[in-house]
């Protein structure tokens, strides 16, 4: 199947600084990723989506400042959290849909990262 | 605008009982349905999709669901629960099977296996 690695998987960083997830597709090509949160015993709460080569699509109430989404390659997205809070303090989620052939399509995820910011 | 309701917060079934996870969506087009499951601590793993053609569709882990257009809904099934299935359910909709548009996420569904 197609594959997304998302790393680190935790990080633990203080308040004021910034902290990157990269998301890496394996084995396809992502052209889209998606960047999701996720509360505790919530659901996926879609951030924002960028496109290769394009500016991310932030969703209503996104601060693009705080939340960078960078995706220079089809294989590489990361999101930036800049300055991070204590209530930046989440799990985060990417996702990249695929088509590898007219059988074989859909979308996949990466397995997250839990941000504590101290 | 699209929408995923799942009814039930929370699920305890018996180890070796049946389960049925509900599921309704409201979609103004041609729905693309996906049920994923989540282990704490873990992203999602596609269980199962819909896209077009049999309604009944066979997933992994024994897990399958049913599209019903007259009832907008997408429930996932399972004969026989095992331990290992107690985990977080999520139901999604799509408006193509692979696109530029994210999913819709329902609230999800926590599942409990008692022994």
């Known amino acids: 199947g197609a594959v997304v690695s998302q790393h680190p998987s935790w990080v633990i960083c203080k308040s004021g600084t910034s902290v990157k997830i990269e998301c890496r597709s394996l084995d396809f090509q992502a052209t889209t990723m998606f960047w999701y949160r996720q509360f505790p015993k919530q659901s996926l709460m879609l951030m924002a989506t960028s496109n290769e080569g394009s500016k991310a699509t932030y969703e209503q109430g996104v601060e693009k400042d705080k939340f960078l989404i960078n995706h220079a390659s089809l294989t590489l997205s990361t999101l930036t959290v800049t300055s991070a809070h204590p209530e930046d303090s989440s799990f985060y989620i990417c996702?990249?849909?695929?088509?590898?052939?007219?059988?074989?399509?859909?979308?996949?995820f990466g397995s997250g990262t839990r941000l504590t910011v101290v | 605008a699209q929408s995923v309701t799942q009814p039930d917060i929370h699920i305890t079934v018996s180890e070796g009982a049946s389960l049925e996870l509900r599921c309704n969506y409201s979609?103004?087009?041609?729905?693309?349905l996906f049920w994923y499951v989540q282990s704490p601590g873990q992203g999602l793993q596609l269980l199962l999709k819909y896209f077009s053609g049999d309604t009944l569709v066979q997933g992994i882990k024994g897990f399958e669901a049913e599209f019903k257009r007259s009832q907008s809904s997408f429930n996932l099934r399972k004969p026989s629960v095992h331990w290992s299935d107690a985990a977080e359910y999520f139901c999604?909709?799509?408006?193509?099977?692979?696109?530029?548009?994210?999913?819709?996420f329902g609230s999800g569904t926590r599942l409990q296996v008692q022994p």
């Open positions: 979609y103004g087009a041609t729905p693309y």
């Open positions: 996702s990249a849909s695929f088509r590898r052939n007219s059988a074989n399509y859909g979308y996949t």
């Open positions: 999604a909709v799509g408006p193509s099977p692979a696109g530029r548009r994210a999913l819709t």
